[in-house]
């Protein structure tokens, strides 16, 4: 899958793709290529809102994190594969320095 790929995937699953954007399109790039959006972003991220809600008090919440992060997972996998970011880990927090 292409990277406009994933991203197409995650909007048309609720998420938000955003992050730091160059406000004139990069040189060398014509003003109506399809991909113009994207090759605006110095950084991405994706992301949905969950809340508020009754869900976020709940056991749920640890559902709703957890699915978020396999739907987003393919895409962080894809950019490491890349080696345009570090492969992600599979659980756990950054360790404390």
Do not use: K, N, Y
């Amino acid at each position: 899958m292409t990277f406009s790929g994933f991203t197409d995937r995650l909007t048309g699953l609720g998420f938000t793709i955003g992050g730091d954007r160059l406000v004139p399109r990069p040189r060398g790039v014509p003003a109506g290529h399809p991909r113009l959006a994207l090759l605006r972003h110095r950084r991405i991220d994706a992301g949905r809102r969950l809340g508020p809600g009754p869900a976020l008090g709940s056991a749920r919440a640890a559902a709703l994190v957890r699915e978020t992060w396999e739907l987003v997972r393919p895409l962080l996998d894809w950019a490491a594969a890349g080696g345009i970011t570090p492969q992600p880990r599979d659980r756990g927090a950054d360790p404390t320095p």
